[in-house]
């Protein structure tokens, strides 16, 4: 069974950074692409990184040059870096992988 467990949210300031995790279970995480997908309130959902089994990483141009993703496949982990968090990037923060969401992770950025 997937299981994909995200921590590390919380309330920052802006100006501030997160580091987000998600520990992945039930699959051969080491194969498989890793996706971060967050839900700002009353808005859709987007999408905000995405790392491959081989290592290569994707950023969406909201958090292109703030975000790093990475992973580590001894750990099953996959993180997400935030830097320089505004509020624009509150939001629930979602780990996704083989069609599998994780339950979420809230980042609230407010003074």
């Known amino acids: 069974e997937v299981q994909l467990v995200e921590s590390g949210g919380g309330l920052v300031q802006p100006g501030g950074s997160l580091r987000l995790s998600c520990a992945a279970s039930?699959?051969?995480?080491?194969?498989?692409?890793m996706i971060w997908v967050r839900q700002a309130p009353g808005k859709g959902l987007e999408w905000v990184s995405a790392?491959?089994?081989?290592?290569?990483?994707y950023y969406a141009d909201s958090v292109k040059g703030r975000g790093t993703i990475s992973r580590d496949n001894a750990k099953n982990t996959v993180y997400l870096q935030m830097n320089s968090l505004k509020p624009e990037d509150t939001a629930v923060y979602y780990c996704v992988a083989l069609g599998h969401w994780g339950q979420g992770t809230q980042v609230t950025v407010s003074s």
């Open positions: 039930g699959f051969t995480f080491n194969k498989y692409d």
């Open positions: 790392i491959s089994g081989g290592g290569s990483t």
